[in-house]
């Protein structure tokens, strides 16, 4: 693994469904030493999404400490500052789904400029996971537009404030910046 690129972060991977970005991120994140911590916004809403979840936490060892932050991410973020963890973010298209879902959640576009403005001031290595979603089938419906549309955005806006940006794809990192 490269040790240039392990050590510049903000550092946003990006990957289609099952690309092997989750388990990239984690390899990145453990190369430094421990404890981490791993912020996770799923909302576990079936079986389906519980058995993703189990599949992932049975990935971690002791060594890190999960917070499950749904809506206020940016909020959980900075009070991780001071701490020097390692932080892994898993994922921000869950994260941006739950806002667009979530009515009293506010207006994700504004969610998105306050994460935006603090990822270059978190004083600990950051790592965030994406997903790429806009490469298929243009959507159907007016949700699953602005979802797409919306991801596409947050994707470009956080790459533009990180140090490192590296797409997964069939498992093979790709550095793009």
């Given at each position: 693994?490269?040790?240039?690129?392990?050590a510049?972060t903000?550092?946003?991977?990006l990957g289609?469904?099952?690309?092997?970005?989750?388990?990239?991120?984690?390899?990145?994140?453990?190369?430094?030493?421990?404890?981490?911590?791993?912020?996770a916004?799923a909302r576990?809403?079936?079986?389906?999404m519980a058995?993703?979840?189990?599949?992932?936490?049975d990935r971690?060892?002791s060594?890190?400490?999960?917070?499950e932050?749904?809506?206020?991410l940016?909020?959980a973020?900075?009070?991780?500052?001071g701490r020097?963890?390692?932080v892994?973010?898993?994922c921000?298209?869950?994260?941006l789904?739950?806002?667009?879902l979530?009515a009293?959640?506010?207006?994700?576009e504004?969610r998105?400029s306050?994460?935006?403005?603090?990822?270059?001031?978190?004083?600990?290595?950051?790592?965030l996971v994406?997903?790429?979603?806009?490469?298929?089938?243009?959507?159907?419906?007016p949700?699953a537009?602005r979802?797409?549309?919306?991801?596409?955005?947050a994707?470009?806006?956080?790459?533009?404030?990180?140090?490192?940006v590296?797409?997964?794809?069939a498992?093979?990192?790709?550095?793009?910046?």
């Open positions: 693994m490269n040790r240039d690129l392990q510049r903000p550092h946003l991977i289609g469904a099952r690309s092997g970005k989750s388990s990239h991120a984690e390899r990145l994140v453990t190369s430094l030493p421990p404890p981490y911590v791993y912020v916004t576990i809403l079936d079986g389906e058995d993703r979840v189990r599949r992932h936490q971690r060892s060594n890190w400490e999960t917070i932050c749904p809506l206020d940016t909020g973020l900075k009070r991780l500052q020097g963890r390692p892994l973010v898993d921000l298209t869950l994260w789904s739950n806002l667009l979530d009293s959640a506010g207006q994700p504004a998105l306050g994460l935006c403005k603090f990822i270059p001031a978190a004083d600990y290595p950051l790592f994406s997903n790429e979603v806009g490469w298929g089938i243009v959507p159907d419906n949700l537009r979802f797409r549309d919306l991801s596409g955005l994707n470009q806006r956080i790459a533009s404030v990180s140090s490192a590296t797409l997964v794809a498992g093979i990192p790709i550095t793009l910046k």
